[in-house]
């Protein structure tokens, strides 16, 4: 994968092959990560890998290098089996309820479908937020960074409510293109939860009681967050 940062130091301007570049590194990074996530109780190492990679992308416009990439994954994989274990068993269940309830296999009609249909569509915001945070850290820290964007999603909801659309849009992406694509897509997704979640307020720490201090890069905002670091 190749450097934002070349680019602007050599013309001070990014044009449209940088553009086509930082695309084909977004789409290897969705194939990398769906290939890493395949055995399903690695998908939480491989997620936060991903993360990792793209904070670190953002931050200096530069991708980390496969060494570093390669030992962040091996770090996590263990620690991460519980964390996708929790993660597929609650997706499965929603899934088997929005299924149900779709079909009239059990009472609740539409308001129950949306209801449900809603719970599912803030966790997956959630979820994406936890997976922002854990990049923010090297990919590792779950725990940590799940009760973090607990505390975030309640002093920001706006921030939670954008992230939400964001894992929703991806989700109907992924029924509607090619499943082949599917794989690109995920690359593309990792991409815009940080984005998004980059350019929205970030609640204090309130144990830390300090600002957030600004990225180097002047991209965006990074958290300062003790407990993840």
Known sequence: MAS??????????????????????????GVLLTLAAVPLLTAAAAAGTASAAVHDWTRTGSWPSARTTLRRFGRSVL????????????AALLAADLAALATGSVPGGPVA????????AGL???AGL?????GGNGGGRWRAAARF???ACLDAPARWAALTGVTALAGLLAVLVAPV??????????????????????????????PVPADPAGRRPVPAHPELR
């Open 4 to 29: 934002r940062a070349e680019a602007i130091e050599v013309g001070g301007r990014r044009d449209w092959r940088d553009v086509v570049r930082d695309a084909a590194d977004l789409a290897l990074l």
């Open 79 to 90: 620690p991460g089996v519980p964390v996708s274990l929790l993660a597929l068993s609650v």
């Open 113 to 120: 479908l949306l209801v449900t249909a809603l719970i599912a």
């Open 124 to 126: 997956a915001g959630y």
């Open 130 to 134: 936890v997976v922002v945070e854990v």
């Open 149 to 151: 964007t607990a505390r």
């Open 181 to 210: 694509a599917v794989p690109i897509l995920a690359g593309y997704t990792v991409a815009a939860l940080h984005a998004v979640a980059g350019r929205l307020p970030v609640p204090a720490d309130p144990a830390a009681r300090r």
